[in-house]
């Protein structure tokens, strides 16, 4: 059987960096990809954007936390991985995420330090 999801996106905030309990770091990012939706009536491109939810643990969102930033360009290789809980009203919600094992830096994209201008 095969779990593996390759993105090629842009980040739609900052990494959201945090440290267990246990001292294991853990970042949630958000990665906007686009999709040629067909044309409009005047034959120009219509685009449809998806927002996926990354997280990555250890060395690799601690690097993600030091030179990601947002609007930046990224290749994410991973895992598809979905969680449930029960709310505080009793019902059910899932999340679904990408666990993210490769991060890359899209060459050509906006450095670490222009993401911010």
């Not at 009536?41 to 969102?61: D, I």
């Amino acid at each position: 059987m095969v779990n593996k999801v390759i993105l090629v996106g842009n980040l739609a905030a900052d990494p959201d960096v945090k440290a267990t309990a246990a001292g294991m770091y853990v970042a949630k990012m958000r990665l906007a990809t686009n999709t040629c939706a067909g044309k409009d009536e005047s034959g120009n491109r219509k685009q449809h954007s998806e927002f996926h939810n990354l997280v990555a643990f250890g060395k690799l969102a601690e690097f993600a936390g030091q030179y990601m930033k947002k609007g930046r360009p990224i290749y994410a290789e991973g895992r598809l991985h979905t969680s449930s809980w029960d709310d505080a009203a009793g019902q059910k919600r899932y999340r679904t995420e990408i666990v993210v094992e490769e991060l890359q830096f899209i060459p050509g994209g906006k450095k670490a330090d222009d993401a911010a201008a």
